[in-house]
């Protein structure tokens, strides 16, 4: 824990709190779970506006999605405050504006985006913890390659098959984006086999048994080029 202090002062911490006492060691976990509400404060009273992400990075990235996060406060004006598990790069950075003010809701969108695409190009991920939701439903298609699109969408329409689950979430922009992609005639992947030949895996069945668990078949065929 010493170390870890010593190491944090010296990269530039304005505080920096450490206890070996429970009792100690609790309030500053309590103390961090303020920050959530200090939020929903500070947007209540600057025009109820929020933003909330929690972009998920490699740890070494950290340093430039701060960098980039500071040109993008003094670019737009636009205010985003970020509280982190930074043990592991899970980032929870907000954005906040005036719901009545056409131009910085818009600001604060364009920067929310900037955040999320930041996130990917520094090989990370648009979510690590809360999932995508409404919010970020046109980012998981952007995050996903086709194959991994593909696969999301057979477990959906498995478990949904008639679309009632709630529709127009997470899974509006993906269905686009898998539709666009054409007749996959089932493939899910192709990749290279050992001997050279191609090999073609085809999924046959998704089920579902009765407590949860999702069952996926598949028939992996290799053939020569």
């Not at 048994?209 to 598949?218: L, R």
Request: proline share 3%; aromatic share 6%.
């Amino acid at each position: 824990m010493a170390a870890f202090s010593d190491i944090a002062e010296a990269g530039g911490a304005l505080d920096v709190a450490a206890s070996d006492d429970a009792a100690d060691s609790e309030a500053l976990v309590a103390t961090r779970r303020l920050a959530h509400q200090a939020y929903e404060k500070y947007a209540n009273e600057h025009g109820g506006g929020q933003l909330m992400d929690d972009v998920c990075l490699p740890r070494a990235q950290m340093a430039a999605f701060f960098d980039r996060l500071a040109t993008l406060r003094a670019e737009t004006g636009v205010v985003v405050a970020v509280v982190a598990h930074a043990g592991d790069g899970n980032l929870h950075p907000a954005v906040f504006f005036d719901v009545a003010d056409d131009d910085q809701a818009s600001r604060a969108h364009a920067v929310f985006d900037d955040l999320m695409q930041l996130g990917l190009d520094l090989g990370g991920t648009i979510t690590g913890e809360h999932g995508v939701g409404y919010l970020k439903r046109q980012w998981l298609a952007r995050e996903l390659d086709p194959v991994t699109q593909q696969m999301h969408w057979a477990v959906k329409n498995a478990l949904d098959p008639q679309g009632i689950l709630n529709p127009g979430k997470m899974f509006a922009e993906l269905q686009a984006a898998v539709a666009a992609l054409g007749p996959a005639g089932g493939k899910i992947i192709e990749i290279q086999g050992d001997a050279g030949g191609a090999v073609d895996v085809d999924v046959l069945r998704i089920g579902v048994h009765d407590g949860g668990d999702v069952e996926c078949g598949a028939r992996v065929e290799q053939h020569a080029e």
